[in-house]
């Protein structure tokens, strides 16, 4: 069995999204075994009327929720029956191999650093999504937030982490590396970059070279390194350009009688379009560098994301992500020594 720790209370549409996205998870894994960490009265009264294997779950009482306009590291030592913070105790007990939360990023990231605790040799846990890329398949962009201000040497970890993730979980042979820069040549970026770089060429990852924003989704990177403020503004740039044009798309489709002629000869490939841009099946970030599988979820996730997400957890821990992540740093170690 895998046993998760679901942080039943996080996100815009708890608990209902995120406890109907975990049972429709538990009913197409019979190996998952999950904690709901909340407030029981309301778990009990939302499960009711729910069809699942009552043996593979279990409801631990957490009274308090961090909200997100919290101090997320005041919230996490402050607020201890908090949903967050129990579920990822239950990971630091044994009792759970991973934990999915849709709730506050700060309070879920701080509380698995601090709780969870760093892999030994990992200076910076890294928040990790996968985004689509043009050829259909996706490539993960790592740090996207974590870590606003960097230091060279947390890029090649960050590198090791994510080419670990790639070829464990998504099945990417010799995973592709890129460094996220405001130019493809060698000499280009600010002094991080330029002391990072050849940091990366030695770490013992496929190093590609430098990744300029537009090759997040349109080169062959599986993996595109970054400090987190720009990975995030490079994530929060292509989420905001796809919500465009997706509006723009509808509204045109939509414009007079001849469009919506059409749009409906086009319905098919719209369909598939949709369906490949689609965040919920992408499941969440996860946060490598930290000693368990630890998924933050969209903060908006409905039951299709959350379920993702729990899936997603439960396949990290099948594939031990962290043991390799474990036995990269060991190796490291080796070499230096």
């Known amino acids: 069995m895998i046993y998760l720790a679901v942080d039943a209370m996080g996100g815009d549409h708890a608990p209902a999204a995120i406890l109907d996205g975990s049972i429709l998870a538990l009913n197409q894994d019979p190996e998952l075994f999950l904690y709901f960490c909340g407030k029981e009265d309301v778990i009990k009264a939302h499960l009711a009327d729910k069809t699942y294997d009552q043996s593979r779950v279990e409801i631990v009482p957490a009274d308090e929720i961090v909200g997100n306009d919290e101090h997320p590291v005041e919230a996490v030592r402050r607020k201890k029956n908090a949903s967050v913070v129990v579920?990822?105790?239950?990971?630091?007990?044994?009792?759970?191999?991973?934990?999915?939360?849709?709730?506050?990023?700060?309070?879920?990231?701080?509380?698995?650093?601090?709780?969870?605790k760093r892999i030994r040799g990992i200076q910076r846990p890294a928040l990790a999504p996968l985004m689509p890329?043009?050829?259909?398949?996706?490539?993960?962009?790592?740090?996207?937030g974590a870590n606003v201000d960097c230091r060279p040497q947390f890029l090649p970890q960050f590198a090791l982490m994510g080419s670990a993730y790639?070829?464990?979980?998504?099945?990417?042979?010799?995973?592709?590396?890129?460094?996220?820069?405001?130019?493809?040549?060698?000499?280009?970026?600010?002094?991080?970059?330029?002391?990072a770089y050849p940091l990366l060429q030695?770490?013992?990852?496929?190093?590609?070279?430098?990744?300029?924003?537009?090759?997040?989704?349109?080169?062959?990177?599986d993996v595109v390194v970054s400090d987190g403020f720009a990975g995030n503004i490079a994530l929060k740039s292509s989420e905001g350009i796809g919500v465009m044009l997706f509006s723009l798309?509808?509204?045109?489709?939509?414009?007079?009688?001849r469009s919506k002629i059409g749009a409906l000869l086009l319905k098919p490939a719209?369909?598939?379009?949709?369906?490949?841009?689609?965040?919920?099946?992408?499941?969440?970030?996860?946060?490598?560098?930290?000693?368990?599988?630890v998924v933050k979820g969209h903060g908006s996730s409905n039951a299709k994301a959350f379920c993702a997400a729990v899936h997603q957890t439960a396949k990290m821990v099948r594939m031990d992500v962290v043991g390799t992540i474990k036995a990269a740093m060991e190796n490291i170690k080796g070499e230096d020594a």
């Open 133 to 144: 890329r043009m050829d259909g398949k996706e490539v993960l962009l790592i740090d996207c």
């Open 87 to 116: 579920a990822l105790n239950l990971v630091k007990d044994g009792k759970a191999q991973g934990a999915v939360s849709a709730g506050s990023t700060g309070a879920f990231l701080a509380g698995s650093t601090f709780i969870v």
């Open 166 to 195: 790639m070829e464990k979980v998504m099945g990417v042979k010799n995973p592709k590396v890129g460094l996220l820069n405001n130019g493809a040549e060698e000499g280009k970026g600010n002094e991080l970059t330029k002391e």
């Open 202 to 221: 030695q770490c013992g990852v496929n190093f590609g070279g430098n990744a300029e924003a537009r090759d997040i989704v349109t080169a062959d990177f």
């Open 270 to 293: 719209l369909k598939n379009l949709m369906k490949y841009a689609d965040y919920t099946s992408y499941g969440g970030a996860i946060l490598l560098g930290v000693n368990a599988p």
């Open 249 to 257: 798309l509808k509204k045109e489709m939509t414009r007079n009688l």
